[in-house]
């Protein structure tokens, strides 16, 4: 079918060529650690000149107007990391990171949890004035964290924080649809009741906070079909609700997609859905109204095919950029097809109209 787009954005290269091919993976994380310092961990890409797990973490640090990336020193660089794909990083402080779940191949075990800890100074102006060491002892809730193509997300129940992770799949499971409640304070798992129709188990979806609770959309569900719907697990009386949300048009099923929350608008980036020959672009859902619009990206600037899946995005909301780091994917006839560089895509223009 064809979809009809209500516009298009247009992609720009970032960063120079020279500077990245450690960005160049897929499966890995991205996090805003600290304005305008974005670090990525984990995947599968380009190091040393081969294919492999990744090692190494990198950053990407905007000085001055220019965006300058660059490989991270680590401290004591302890083997618990596990050089993983398919993990979550939530940034609990501005000092502290926590790595949840991911894999190292298909059939093994998932990976637990690690702690990432990063100086609280926050004028870095150049990738070699950060380090990242992992710390080694164990976070408690760890069989909760056993699983991949999960998510994290915080979440606030009387005025605390908890971190909420849903789905995934594990080693036994090929598709999860349970939940924990972590609270941020020692990581202990909270019940909490939780009410209202419970969404389909999903991995590879999306999940942003939201006014103290989480926007769940798309994913891949347990007949490995894509998924259409969207759910709000919000604040309500002695704990939380699912709260289905309706969308017009009803929103394309996707998955492997990424998602951001700006102003009141569910952001969904790229993914892979089976809808049309289109490459899925942005789709901007308005909460309120719910109406759902897709725009394409404009890729006539960029010098290779820009793959939207397995990819990380990054929201820089006073700038209203949005960048796309790494992305692509392992093909059993067509061999490793990884993103060259990372990408900016200014948003401005679709937020306010």
Known sequence: GCVRMAGSIPAAVCVGHSETPGLRRYGHRSVLIKPNVILTTGGFGEEDGQHCRMRHFHVLIKYAGYWKAGCVKKQNPDTRWGERL?????????????????????????????????????????????????????????????????????????????????????????????????????LSCAMIPVEGPVPESRHSHSACGWKGGVLIAGGLGAAEQPLGSVFFLREFERGFQWQPLETYPPLIP?????????????????????????????????????????????????EWPLMLHNHSSVLLPDEEELLLIGGGGNCFSFGTHLNQEPVSLSLSDILTS
Not at 280 to 297: E, K, N, S
Request: hydrophobic share 40%.
């Open 86 to 186: 398919y993990h979550t990083v939530s940034c609990l402080s501005n000092s502290l990171a926590l790595v949840v779940g991911g894999r190292t191949s298909p059939s093994s075990e998932g990976l637990g949890m690690v702690w990432l800890k990063f100086p609280e100074t926050s004028n870095a102006s150049d990738p070699d004035d950060i380090t990242v060491e992992v710390l080694s002892e164990q976070p408690v809730a760890e069989p909760a964290a056993l699983r991949w193509r999960h998510s994290t997300t915080e979440v606030t129940f009387k005025g605390e924080k908890y971190l909420f992770l849903y789905g995934g799949r594990s080693a036994v499971e090929p598709v999860l649809g349970d939940w924990y409640f972590l609270h941020a304070q020692g």
């Open 254 to 302: 996707r998955y492997s997609h990424t998602a951001h929350v700006h102003d009141g608008k569910l952001l969904l980036v790229g993914g892979v859905w089976f809808h049309s020959s289109s490459v899925p672009g942005i789709t901007i859902l308005d909460l309120v109204t719910g109406l759902c619009l897709d725009y394409a990206i404009n890729v006539e600037h960029l």
